[in-house]
């Protein structure tokens, strides 16, 4: 495995959309803080996304109802192998980011941080760090706000994200998870970066309880995209998770005049829907459930999803390294998910009555194990002490 490739701050050009939208008053999303903290563990890459409430305007403006309407049946983003002359011996099939820029500006923080060992047994043996004292944990937490009920195994959490990328727009699942911030969202990191083009996705929403096109919930801007730099700098599937910090957020209500639209704001994500808790180092053999929404057809053609509803796999975790993606460290479940699951949450001790339960993976790419032209695993990082030094600094990372 290379080393951690180090990156510098760079500014990216901008994305101009126009809509005919009527904007309210709406509170947050004022400037970000665009200075960060070097002295942050871990290697990471974080890129602002949005400066200024007019950035947080403009893409809210972007998707317009008409436009998430129509992007539900658009294309959903799958993940690309960065170039290098780095070992093929593995061939899993893709499950669901591409990405690109706008505008943004990318700043890595690179500290001494967690690294993989040759010895990959070890990362799964134990739930401590390597200092000997106990792995961190978030705790899920309830909303604030009187919410419908979670039904069995359909988190209001989990949602669909959606992102320009060049001229078209793309899609990934994510979820909701607790922060001190409360405006935390958990996905690939193929759904914010694309290791291939070396370009970060923008204009990227999150609407948590997705359902057929309706936003119940809300919809919430991308503010910050964070990510490990193994991740940008090599394309290393080991780090293929992203934690995004989002504006409050907002549901669109018909405006005065005909056809047009008006935000109306509804606060802070986590108040809306609650949060996941968050877990690593938990090792293999673990009963997890993966949630999604696949929508792109199997190997063979056939379409068993459409991408309209949350569906979920479950099962327990196993070891699967895959050498084209340089994950060393992957874990593996029984799924037949297919492109669009991307980025939704693996949840382990999970209560089916609060629809809570602790992160500890996320949907990356799937497998063609029996070679029947269907898929049947489907892939995650493992979460390490890196993915949690990855959490902590995004929370940080909130608009102010």
């Excluded at 049946?73 to 290098?84: C, F, H, L, R």
């Excluded at 290393?236 to 209500?253: L, P």
């Excluded at 030094?389 to 909130?398: F, G, K, L, M, T």
Aim: proline share 6%.
């Amino acid at each position: 495995m290379s080393p951690r490739a180090r990156r510098f701050a760079t500014t990216l050009g901008a994305l101009v959309a126009s809509g005919v939208l009527a904007m309210s008053a709406f509170a947050g999303g004022a400037s970000a803080d665009n200075t960060y903290n070097t002295t942050v563990p871990g290697s990471i890459t974080s890129i602002t996304l949005t400066k200024t409430s007019a950035d947080m305007k403009r893409i809210a403006e972007y998707w317009s109802p008409a436009r998430i309407k129509q992007a539900q049946d658009g294309t959903p983003a799958t993940p690309e192998i960065k170039p290098s002359g780095g070992a093929t011996t593995a061939t899993p099939a893709p499950s669901g980011g591409t990405g690109t820029a706008a505008t943004a500006t990318a700043t890595t923080a690179a500290a001494s941080g967690e690294s993989k060992t040759a010895n990959a047994t070890s990362y799964y043996s134990s739930s401590s760090s390597s200092s000997g004292s106990t792995a961190p944990v978030v705790r899920p937490t309830l909303p604030k706000k009187p919410s419908s009920a979670a039904t069995a195994k359909s988190p209001v959490t989990v949602g669909k994200v959606f992102f320009r990328i060049g001229d078209r727009d793309f899609w990934c699942s994510a979820s909701s998870v607790a922060s001190k911030s409360r405006s935390l969202v958990a996905t690939a990191g193929h759904c914010a970066y694309d290791a291939k083009q070396g370009r970060n996705a923008d204009y990227w929403i999150f609407i948590p309880g997705y359902d057929k096109g309706e936003t119940p919930y809300g919809v919430y801007v991308g503010h910050s995209l964070n990510l490990h730099e193994s991740f940008v700098g090599l394309g290393d599937y080991d780090y293929d998770y992203a934690f995004v910090n989002v504006h409050d957020g907002f549901v669109w209500k018909p405006g005065k005049s005909p056809n047009t639209y008006e935000m109306e704001p509804v606060g802070k994500l986590e108040d809306n829907v609650g949060g996941q808790g968050l877990v690593v180092k938990r090792g293999i053999g673990q009963a997890a459930l993966a949630f999604g929404y696949p929508a792109a057809p199997q190997i063979d053609g056939s379409r068993p999803y459409d991408g309209q509803k949350l569906r979920w796999c479950s099962g327990r975790t196993t070891r699967r390294p895959a050498p084209t993606y340089l994950m060393e460290l992957g874990i593996a479940l029984k799924c037949g998910f297919t492109g669009g699951a991307s980025g939704g949450p693996w949840l382990v001790d999970y209560n089916s009555a609060t629809g809570l339960g602790y992160l500890n993976g996320v949907n990356s790419f799937a497998w063609d194990v029996d070679t029947d032209r269907k898929y049947d695993l489907i892939s995650s990082p493992y979460f390490i002490t890196s993915t949690y030094n990855v959490y902590r600094w995004a929370d940080s990372q909130h608009a102010s």
